[in-house]
């Protein structure tokens, strides 16, 4: 069955880093677009970025341009958020996302609180 483990997340402070890792497993990844979300206390879930099947086209949230970076290793099934210059409005819980078939499947999530 289709599986997406996210790992990564943490406390960091404003301007650090993170890097999130989504291991999928149970369907064909190589061919699948893959998407980031993230959802803060009080608030809607919103789609930070996406990457295509080969990772040749990226979308990202107006929020976060310039300062995350989506990334995939089609050989290992995973996916990456590279987050740079992090803000405290940056702070909620990142979860990945495929879908196959019209089906949506979701990760457990990762926090990610930033905080001075």
């Known amino acids: 069955q289709v599986q997406l483990v996210e790992s990564g997340g943490g406390l960091v402070q404003p301007g650090g880093s993170l890097r999130l890792s989504c291991a999928a497993s149970g369907f064909e990844f190589s061919s699948s677009v893959m998407s980031w979300y993230r959802q803060a206390p009080g608030k809607e879930r919103e789609l930070v970025a996406s990457i295509s099947p080969a990772g040749a086209r990226k979308n990202y949230a107006d929020s976060v341009k310039g300062r995350f970076t989506v990334s995939r290793d089609n050989a290992k099934t995973t996916v990456y958020l590279r987050m740079n210059m992090l803000k405290l409005e940056d702070t909620a819980v990142y979860y990945c996302?495929?879908?196959?078939?019209?089906?949506?499947?979701w990760g457990q999530g990762t926090q990610v609180t930033v905080s001075s």
């Open positions: 996302k495929v879908v196959k078939g019209k089906v949506e499947y």
